[in-house]
């Protein structure tokens, strides 16, 4: 396959729209698993997403063009799957199941749109935010995450020429190289990107995903890109996400209902998945009190994804409740996913070895790590912690707590509500960097 010169293309924008998402199947694949469900059995359920920018020190709307971000969303929503994208999706095995996406699913997807947003600028910051119907709104969140990010990172690289531009990019490889060096010398480690959302762009996150393909071999086991997974036949990978058990919880009509919010969403989830798709991502109210009041059917669960935690600590709490259930931890999976770095990993997959099956999720800092890479000295190209998170359903407010409060999001009164009802243990707070 002919590599693509990133710094050829960043350099010559020829057209007047370079668009930045071109397929609606740039996405993780774990929104069209959620949203099938979502179809399925809440097709009447608003939802409105917003924009979060955690790194309050960037003035967004200082850096991106509102006229460009406009430009590029209006683009998205002009998207439709094409004919190619709707046959993969429904006669490709995914998680080594024919037809994971219902026939009726896929009907009613072919036709699919993204739904209108809502922007203004305030303080420096965007207010992006999408309302409406959840089966449509759902669907926003991985490419404004991937508009704005890409657009910063133009907006950044703006005055280089080519030569820093191939600077850059040779400086950048390199240094992605030696992490991958350095994973490949871990026997048995499985690593998959879980990049999208805060990629530096999407030409750079397709040649991480080819280099780790032929850096690691069978030890990189694939994608959470659905199109990336689809043009590089590899495994699309992913399952759900926080935001089931933040629409579950905000739909509750009491506090034992909100109190059993995470778990329907996992029998909901059982229903129309089972098999090697049952991963439980505890931590949405916090990982102590998801374990302290979790169902024993839970532990049958083919494992965990702990989101927030230090990994270690996280991922042996986890192993301590599934001994406590007369499981053994060895026949069990561990997801790790948050904000990993390659030492990270390197001491976790060490800790964790021979104690219990193990993945690593590596994101941001595989496909946005340009920390010194820049010819001039600039942070402009740092990565940053930005999310879009489900904050109203149904007309009420959305909570997440995290096991970092740094990462909760949500109204005031509600997370103190919430906090009243699940309570604080385990909760750590850390600085988020990605």
């Not at 759902?138 to 820093?164: C, D």
């Not at 905000?250 to 059993?260: C, F, W």
């Not at 496909?367 to 820049?374: K, L, Q, S, V």
Request: aromatic fraction near 12%.
């Amino acid at each position: 396959m002919a590599k693509t010169d990133i710094a050829r293309r960043v350099y010559n924008h020829t057209w007047k729209l370079d668009p930045i998402v071109r397929s609606l199947l740039d996405t993780d694949f774990y929104k069209l698993l959620m949203l099938q469900m979502i179809w399925g059995m809440y097709p009447k359920v608003d939802a409105t997403f917003s924009l979060i920018n955690r790194t309050t020190s960037v003035r967004l709307a200082d850096e991106i063009d509102e006229g460009e971000l406009r430009d590029q969303l209006d683009h998205a929503r002009i998207l439709r799957f094409s004919k190619k994208e709707m046959i993969w999706l429904g006669g490709n095995n995914f998680y080594g199941r024919k037809q994971i996406f219902e026939p009726e699913f896929l009907a009613w997807l072919e036709n699919f749109r993204l739904p209108d947003y809502e922007l203004s600028r305030r303080d420096g910051q965007y207010e992006l935010s999408f309302p409406g119907p959840w089966m449509y709104t759902t669907l926003w969140e991985i490419p404004a995450l991937a508009i704005i990010n890409e657009l910063r990172s133009r907006a950044a690289m703006r005055s280089y020429g080519p030569f820093a531009l191939d600077v850059l990019y040779a400086r950048a490889k390199a240094k992605m190289w030696a992490k991958t060096e350095r994973l490949k010398a871990l026997p048995g480690i499985r690593i998959s990107d879980f990049g999208t959302r805060r990629r530096h762009s999407f030409l750079w996150q397709r040649w991480c995903v080819e280099a780790l393909k032929e850096g690691i071999g069978d030890a990189f086991t694939g994608t959470s890109n659905v199109l990336l997974a689809m043009d590089n036949d590899l495994e699309a990978l992913g399952t759900n996400a926080h935001e089931l058990p933040m629409v579950f919880a905000a739909l509750a009509n009491s506090e034992e209902e909100l109190r059993e919010a995470p778990y329907k969403v996992l029998q909901d989830w059982q229903r129309y998945y089972g098999g090697n798709l049952l991963i439980v991502l505890p931590d949405a109210f916090g990982t102590d009190s998801f374990l302290r009041d979790a169902p024993d059917w839970v532990a049958d669960w083919t494992g965990f994804r702990p989101d927030s935690a230090p990994p270690i600590e996280g991922g042996e709490k986890i192993i301590d409740w599934w001994r406590k259930k007369g499981k053994d931890p060895k026949q069990k999976l561990l997801i790790f996913s948050d904000g990993l770095e390659v030492e990270t990993i390197e001491e976790t997959y060490r800790h964790f070895r021979g104690k219990v099956r193990m993945s690593f999720g590596w994101g941001t800092n595989l496909t946005n790590d340009f920390e010194g890479c820049a010819p001039t000295e600039t942070d402009s190209l740092d990565a940053i912690s930005l999310v879009c998170k489900v904050t109203e359903a149904n007309g009420r407010p959305a909570v997440k707590l995290s096991d970092n409060p740094a990462k909760a999001t949500g109204d005031e009164k509600e997370i103190k509500r919430y906090l009243r009802i699940f309570g604080e243990k385990g909760r750590v707070e850390q600085l988020v960097k990605v």
